[in-house]
């Protein structure tokens, strides 16, 4: 009776807890847990391999999204870790680009380098007219042998602090699967 009673606690406990869904892409090269009513795509780039996650639509101009890059390489795009991190950090053409300093965290059990970045950026960028909207990137970039992954949150400013327990839980989940050898 006792083991019933605690089970019912327990499962009232955490039923508001979203149920999270487990992805790997095609490529097969990490796992994660997805938010529900998140799709996903993947793509190769210059510099590798390209995964989209995309959130569900809101009132937001800018839809929340996770990019997740695994620059290769071997890839004729490939930049070193470094330099990745120096541009990612500048402001490059009509932006106003303020970035929080860096930090160390463990991510996928690799020492990884992690940072904020607010953003003004013109949107919607295809069509006239366009506007400033102010965006919130959370970057992540996880060393993988001689690659390396960028790991990234894109939302709306107004939107950033619904989404950053949500990303931080995210790259808690994120694993690495393949490595080169």
């Known amino acids: 009776m006792n083991a019933l009673l605690l089970s019912l606690l327990l499962g009232t406990l955490y039923a508001d807890e979203p149920a999270f869904i487990p992805y790997t892409p095609p490529g097969g090269t990490f796992t994660c847990e997805l938010p529900p009513g998140w ?8 510099r590798g391999i390209s995964s989209r996650m995309f959130g569900p639509r809101d ?9 997740i890059h695994q620059v290769q390489k071997d890839t004729p795009g490939f930049i070193p870790l ?14 106003a ?3 929080t300093p860096m930090q160390a965290w463990r991510i996928s059990e690799r020492g990884a380098k992690v940072f904020e970045v607010r953003e003004s ?3 919607p960028q295809e069509t006239l007219p366009a506007e400033p909207v ?7 970039f996880i060393p993988d042998k001689e690659d390396y992954f960028i790991v990234k949150l894109t939302v709306d400013e107004d939107a ?6 949500e990303f931080r839980r995210f790259l808690q989940k994120f694993r690495i699967l393949s490595s080169r050898r």
């Open 39 to 46: 799709s996903a795509l993947e793509e190769r780039s210059v």
């Open 134 to 140: 102010m965006l919130h990137h959370f970057y992540a």
């Open 160 to 165: 950033f602090d619904a989404y950053r327990s």
């Open 82 to 95: 470094m330099e990745g991190l120096k541009r990612e950090l500048r402001c490059e053409g009509a932006c």
């Open 97 to 99: 680009r303020i970035a």
């Open 121 to 123: 950026r013109l949107f």
């Open 59 to 67: 009132d937001e101009r800018v839809r929340p999204a996770y990019h």
